[in-house]
């Protein structure tokens, strides 16, 4: 791999340029990535169309159930915990290759790809796809933590797509805002303040809308009973530049990652005018060469992750 001319055109790429003009009505003003910037998250209402939230909803009615199926391929892409009330699912990752191609719509749809041209530029590579949700019942807290943590001489974020409701007082997201612009001590939030994090705001989502945050602003849930399901589809951005400065992956991953565009870019197009969809600026020097066959392209491993700040103990 190391001698292929790919990863030497990508290694090549140099510096981030600046995102080239344009009229993209779902581009973000440069008052939204102000406030991205200063307060570390940013609330998009109805973001995302009914037909596609629609068909999202049932992708995600197939990927838990496949969860529960104990011939399932890979079963290490479900992830499940141990409850009080019993062992329960939580997560799924690496959606693109779960069968349903609602997935794919949804990172080729400009609502999307907009927010990661205007936040990490034309070379953004899609570097992270998951599905983590609570089961009606299931109110166990998600404990204050950091995403990533980083150099922070890039933008890395993540582009949050609820296709329920998260209401305040049953379990909503709190986010601290300022604070992605440090490491911070999570067991020492949570031992000194418990869920009254001086700061921190609870933040209602709507089916359909979307939360934009910084891998690095303090968030988590408090514990909930009698909470209804909650699914949220994670979309993590990086440029290409961040990567090849800060790992950690390496130019050959970068490539790979950036195969699933094209790929994506057509499966939105099935389902929109010519109109509705994405113009892909991405560097002559990072386009990738894609494959004939689609398939290849919808699961690229990580191999190795940019460590968070989690507190082990946890507040369950």
């Known amino acids: 791999m190391t001698s292929s001319p790919v990863p030497a055109r990508v290694a090549a790429a140099g510096t981030p340029g600046s995102p080239s003009a344009s009229t993209d009505p779902w581009a973000l003003t440069p008052e939204q990535v102000e406030f991205f910037d200063e307060h570390g998250y940013l609330v998009l209402r109805d973001r995302i169309d009914a037909g596609l939230l629609e068909r999202l909803r049932r992708a995600s009615e197939r990927w838990m159930a496949d969860g529960l199926d104990p011939d399932r391929p890979r079963p290490g892409d479900w992830l499940f915990a141990d409850r009080p009330s019993g062992r329960v699912m939580y997560r799924v990752d690496y959606l693109h290759d779960k069968g349903e191609a609602a997935s794919l719509e949804l990172l080729g749809s400009p609502r999307v790809l907009s927010i990661a041209e205007s936040l990490a530029g034309p070379d953004f590579v899609p570097t992270y796809e998951s599905m983590v949700f609570k089961s009606a019942g299931d109110g166990a807290p998600i404990p204050w933590h950091q995403d990533a943590v980083h150099a922070r001489r890039h933008r890395i974020f993540n582009i949050d797509v609820y296709l329920d409701a998260s209401v305040a007082g049953e379990g909503a997201l709190h986010v601290v805002p300022g604070s992605q612009g440090r490491r911070t001590d999570a067991c020492g939030l949570a031992d000194q303040h418990g869920w009254n994090l001086p700061g921190a705001v609870e933040v209602e989502m709507r089916p359909g809308d979307v939360l934009v945050h910084d891998d690095m602003i303090v968030h988590g849930s408090p514990p909930a009973r009698g909470n209804a399901l909650r699914r949220t589809i994670y979309l993590e951005f990086r440029s290409a530049h961040s990567i090849l400065e800060d790992g950690p992956w390496s130019p050959e991953w970068v490539d790979t990652r ?27 020097l990072l386009r990738p060469v894609t494959s004939t066959d689609a398939e290849a392209e919808l699961r690229i491993v990580h191999g190795v992750h940019t460590p968070g700040e989690w507190c082990s103990a946890g507040t369950a």
């Open 258 to 284: 950036l195969r699933l565009v094209p790929v994506a870019l057509a499966e939105h197009a099935r389902h929109s005018r010519p109109d509705e969809r994405f113009e892909w600026r991405v560097s002559d």
